[in-house]
């Protein structure tokens, strides 16, 4: 793929908020927080998108909280994951499903990456499509990080951006995708599963496999990017989420920040 130049940023408001000074928190404390100022942002009678990952997990603690406290009532959640599901259900959370609730009010979900505009990459924790296909139908998609994930560009952390792909000769599809960003010196490797068996390929919720890729360079065109690699049969779907944010919440060591765009 060429380089190619990036849309203006079109942030449209800002609002920042202070934390204490001389505290030192954790990464994790710093998810909770970004995590507990999005549920602000979710009201009674709200269809709710439940995102996945140690972020989004503690939003879904709190809307349980508020649920069960009866500040919040008639809510019902669409989880993003089988992980998601199961933690809403120890909550008492009511779910449903996009076949039934096709247009949600609000979703709240973290993300690996977010470039200055607000695209992400998702999907380090396995969960890209059913994330996108939800995260696509809301009126507003608020997205919790701590700061550790900006970056100037996707794939600037240097960690993967993740490719769901369908297993049957996953290693035609993982070469596809390597020969088509060579020039951003693309490396493609098959996700192994975390959960102990080193030789087995991670397995998403869908039964697909995960591809990385690594990038040395910048990608370029992001939307060109993603249409690239969905031409590819063996492609299922990418873990750039582009243009979908509407709401960023950023928690650091100096407060909170939340854009609207
Ligand atoms: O597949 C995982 C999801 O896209 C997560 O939302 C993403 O990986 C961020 O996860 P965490 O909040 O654990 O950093």
Request: with cysteine; hydrophobic share 40%; glycine share 8%.
């Amino acid at each position: 793929m060429a380089l190619a130049s990036k849309k203006p940023t079109a942030i449209m408001s800002s609002s920042s908020s202070s934390l204490p000074p001389q505290l030192i928190l954790t990464q994790d404390e710093l998810k909770k927080i970004a995590a507990y100022k999005a549920v602000e942002f979710v009201e009674s009678n709200m269809v709710l998108g439940l995102g996945t990952g140690s972020t989004a997990k503690h939003a879904i603690d709190r809307i349980g909280e508020l649920l069960k406290q009866g500040k919040l009532t008639n809510i019902i959640g669409i989880p993003t994951s089988t992980k998601t599901h199961e933690q809403a259900l120890s909550l008492n959370i009511p779910l449903s499903d996009i076949d039934t609730h096709p247009v949600l009010d609000l979703a709240i979900d973290g993300a690996d990456e977010v470039d200055p505009d607000m695209n992400l990459v998702k999907g380090r924790g396995g969960s890209l499509l059913r994330e996108k296909m939800i995260e696509g139908c809301c009126k507003k998609f608020v997205v919790i990080v701590d700061e550790s994930k900006l970056v100037d560009y996707v794939g600037g952390s240097g960690l993967a951006l993740p490719v769901e792909v369908v297993p049957f000769c996953w290693k035609f599809t993982a070469n596809k995708l390597e020969e088509l960003f060579c020039d951003a010196g693309c490396v493609a490797r098959l996700r192994i599963n975390a959960d102990g068996n080193k030789n087995a390929p991670y397995v998403t919720d869908n039964g697909n496999y995960i591809i990385d890729l690594y990038f040395k360079k910048d990608i370029g065109d992001l939307k060109a990017a993603g249409d690239a690699m969905l031409r590819f049969a063996g492609v299922v779907e990418h873990g750039m989420f582009i243009d979908m944010a509407t709401t960023l919440i950023v928690a650091s060591e100096m407060g909170v920040t939340v854009r609207h765009k």
